[in-house]
């Protein structure tokens, strides 16, 4: 079956840098769009990042230049690396997917499958 497994959240100062890692199975990487959501208290579920089958990349304008999405097809993973990190980049950080993979979209509701979340705070 399709599962999407996030992992590497935690607490980081202001500033500081966080890698995410989304480990897929039951599907093949280069098959699908792989996004990276976010979800905060209050605020509704915001697209971050997504990368599509021909590896090219996404990004909301709230995270262009500090953070990139990358895969490797051969370990069925997919990263998310946020370099300075600010307060207001607090939120559970989702992994998600969908089965059309030449077609980009933040858009929450286009993808089919999701992973449980990885909390990142980032506090001082």
């Known amino acids: 079956q399709v599962q999407l497994v996030e992992s590497g959240g935690g607490l980081v100062q202001p500033g500081g840098s966080l890698r995410l890692s989304c480990a897929a199975s039951?599907?093949?990487?280069?098959?699908?769009?792989i996004g990276w959501f976010r979800q905060a208290p209050g605020r509704q579920r915001e697209g971050v990042s997504c990368?599509?089958?021909?590896?090219?990349?996404y990004y909301g304008d709230s995270v262009k230049g500090r953070f990139t999405i990358s895969r490797d097809n051969a370990k069925n993973m997919v990263y998310l690396q946020m370099n300075g990190l600010k307060p207001e980049d607090t939120a559970v950080y989702y992994c998600?997917?969908?089965?059309?993979?030449?077609?980009?979209?933040?858009?929450?509701?286009?993808?089919?499958?999701w992973g449980q979340g990885t909390q990142v705070t980032v506090s001082s």
């Open positions: 998600a997917a969908h089965g059309r993979g030449h077609i980009w979209t933040l858009n929450a509701h286009r993808y089919d499958y």
């Open positions: 039951g599907f093949t990487l280069d098959s699908y769009t």
């Open positions: 990368i599509i089958s021909d590896g090219s990349t």
